[in-house]
């Protein structure tokens, strides 16, 4: 026969308060479940079906299953390809220097005099958003009356036409990113340098150590996973560059300034409508997101510092 085990009157009466509570608790937590699902995970999951078929609200009677038809039509799509090249230009100059100029005003401005006025006047250009960002380009960048022209005049420089050309629409789409992003990469790299052991600092200083041994055997190895992180989220990011060229280029002149989420938007909202295709290149974007973050978090070993760090 099975024993009966008695459980103390006291110890019930909490079991039972603690399961009161945790079905308050899902009562409470219920709404944002359903929000979530009924907001992020049906569409996510529309999308992807939506993907393999041929919807486009601008005709009737679409809305039929085609397979990978829209994937193969990706790689003959010449607009998609020139979307490739400058989403590519972004990721291989705007971000880069963003790393190296943020990761330099971090170390010039920690412990400098002035050190919170600076720091603010940093992060202000990253409060803004792009929509703003690109009217204000629009302005400083017009031919006729723009800042930028009118200070070039000084040096005998002729007028530019900076959305007439795809050199110098590219140059300020590249440069807007730039002057928006640094004070990201600034204020992470700025607050791994606040967590680096003052003790370290002053015993490498007494060892004689120069500004530049200090920071590459001091500084940087703290640094690393603060960079690596910053790294990763402005590659996601970057990869999603759209309100700036939203507001100034439309992706032109021709396409020499369309990014590849900027691309989705034409075809899907803007005088396309063809919800099935874009619903591809979404699709697409999201794979190459994660395929580049992955391998990016491997060949930096970012896991593993991580785990160092948290050990240590």
Same mark, same amino acid.
Request: aromatic share 14%; proline share 4%.
């Given at each position: 026969?099975?024993?009966?085990?008695?459980?103390?009157?006291?110890?019930?009466?909490?079991? *039972?308060?603690?399961?009161?509570?945790?079905?308050?608790?899902?009562?409470?937590?219920?709404?944002?479940?359903?929000?979530?699902?009924?907001?992020?995970?049906?569409?996510?999951?529309?999308?992807?079906?939506?993907?393999?078929?041929?919807?486009?609200?601008? =005709?009737?009677?679409?809305?039929?299953?085609?397979?990978?038809?829209?994937?193969?039509?990706?790689?003959?799509?010449?607009?998609?390809?020139?979307?490739?090249? &400058?989403?590519?230009?972004?990721?291989?100059?705007?971000?880069?220097?963003?790393?190296?100029?943020?990761?330099?005003?971090?170390?010039?401005?920690?412990?400098?005099?002035?050190?919170?006025?600076?720091?603010?006047?940093?992060?202000?250009? =990253?409060?803004?958003?792009?929509?703003?960002?690109?009217?204000?380009?629009? =302005?400083? &960048?017009?031919?006729?009356?723009?800042?930028?022209?009118?200070?070039?005049?000084?040096?005998?420089?002729?007028?530019?036409?900076?959305?007439?050309?795809?050199?110098?629409?590219? &140059?300020?789409?590249?440069?807007?990113?730039?002057?928006?992003?640094?004070?990201?990469?600034?204020?992470?790299?700025?607050?791994?340098?606040?967590?680096?052991?003052?003790?370290?600092?002053?015993?490498?200083?007494?060892?004689?150590?120069?500004?530049?041994?200090?920071?590459?055997?001091?500084?940087?190895?703290?640094?690393?996973?603060?960079?690596?992180?910053?790294?990763?989220?402005?590659?996601?990011?970057?990869?999603?560059?759209?309100?700036?060229?939203?507001?100034?280029?439309?992706?032109?002149?021709? =396409?020499?300034?369309?990014?590849?989420?900027?691309?989705?938007?034409?075809?899907?909202?803007?005088?396309?409508?063809?919800?099935?295709?874009?619903?591809?290149?979404?699709?697409?974007?999201?794979?190459?997101?994660?395929?580049?973050?992955?391998? *990016?978090?491997?060949?930096?070993?970012?896991?593993?510092?991580?785990?160092?760090?948290?050990?240590?």
């Amino acid at each position: 026969m099975k024993e009966v085990v008695m459980v103390p009157e006291k110890e019930l009466k909490e079991n *039972l308060i603690r399961m009161h509570d945790r079905r308050i608790a899902l009562l409470f937590i219920l709404p944002a479940v359903v929000l979530f699902l009924v907001m992020a995970i049906y569409p996510f999951i529309y999308m992807i079906y939506t993907s393999f078929t041929n919807l486009n609200l601008s =005709m009737s009677g679409t809305g039929q299953f085609i397979g990978l038809s829209n994937y193969f039509e990706i790689f003959h799509d010449p607009l998609a390809m020139g979307s490739i090249t &400058f989403s590519t230009m972004v990721l291989l100059i705007a971000v880069p220097i963003e790393m190296a100029i943020g990761v330099l005003f971090g170390l010039l401005i920690r412990g400098l005099k002035g050190e919170r006025i600076f720091r603010l006047l940093f992060l202000i250009s =990253m409060m803004i958003p792009g929509i703003v960002f690109g009217i204000s380009a629009q =302005m400083i &960048f017009n031919y006729l009356f723009g800042a930028a022209n009118y200070f070039l005049s000084f040096f005998g420089v002729p007028e530019i036409a900076w959305f007439g050309h795809a050199a110098t629409a590219q &140059f300020v789409i590249l440069f807007l990113d730039i002057i928006q992003w640094t004070p990201f990469i600034f204020l992470i790299t700025y607050a791994g340098l606040l967590s680096v052991p003052q003790d370290l600092i002053d015993a490498a200083r007494v060892d004689g150590a120069s500004r530049w041994q200090l920071f590459i055997n001091v500084e940087l190895p703290t640094l690393k996973s603060f960079i690596y992180i910053a790294l990763i989220i402005r590659l996601i990011d970057a990869l999603k560059i759209f309100g700036k060229i939203y507001m100034t280029t439309w992706g032109g002149p021709g =396409m020499a300034t369309s990014s590849w989420s900027f691309y989705i938007y034409k075809v899907g909202v803007s005088y396309g409508w063809d919800i099935g295709y874009a619903s591809a290149l979404a699709i697409i974007l999201l794979i190459v997101s994660a395929i580049l973050v992955n391998l *990016l978090i491997k060949v930096l070993n970012l896991g593993e510092t991580l785990e160092l760090k948290r050990e240590g």
